[in-house]
């Protein structure tokens, strides 16, 4: 396994990737959200990569415009679809022995994918996706509901009640809202949906528990549509040792769902 950095071109503009080259036919496509660039929070992308690319699937990641290494102006990541394409077609291009690509986004990356109907790729892994309109949105009332609901199942937040340890205005403030009506469904939810709805292949939707992204996602999105899988103990980056373990074996198995097709057909 070799790591290596390169360029491409992507509407006159020049991003900025890292191949982990690796021999499978299957390769997995990265996509960093926010403005992190493709290194992830605290090399979280990079570490990722390495261990996917040990175990044989060649990875890609990339900064999008206007965003680490990259040229350009950053459009924000609902405008991303060109990005998307562009790095799909280099990831071709360097590493032509590759003839299905899953990509992974978490995020609004994820949501990027979603609303880019699955940017050509074969498969889908897509964590925590965005559904608020603004980063000044909080987490909707069926999903405070489920984080309450969690909260009096445990013991130790129980007795933090009973002892005094937890603040009645707040409390009271979170039960106000929890008690609220569902609200219509967001603008990007219904975009999200739409694009998601054009991509036939697999989407697993791999979500951490103590993430309200996470949460407020679970409680707008059907659950028949695609494959759900939770990660217990997991905050939003999965960034604790178990879910860092737990997402590496998600991504693999859908890596190896692929290949498993290939050698079918």
Known sequence: MSRRHFSFDCAGETLVATLDEAPGRVGLLLVSGGTVPRAGAFGGQALLAAKVAEAGWPVLRFDRCGVGDSSG???????????????????????????????????DAASALMLAGGAQCDALALGNPWTFESAQDGPDAGSIRRRYAAKLRNPHELWRLLTGGVSLGKLARGLRKAAAPAPAPSGLLAQMQAGAATFAGPRRFVLAANDRTAQAFMVAWPQSVGQWHVCD?????????????????????????????????
């Open 73 to 107: 102006t950053d459009t924000g990541f609902a405008n991303s679809a060109v990005d998307l394409a562009a790095a799909l077609a280099a990831f071709r291009q360097v590493q032509p022995q590759v003839v299905r690509v899953v990509a992974f986004g978490n995020c």
């Open 233 to 265: 103990g997991a905050g939003h980056g999965f960034a604790e040792d178990h879910a860092r373990h737990w997402l590496l074996g998600q991504l693999l198995a859908l890596l190896d769902e692929q290949a498993c097709q290939l050698d079918v057909g």
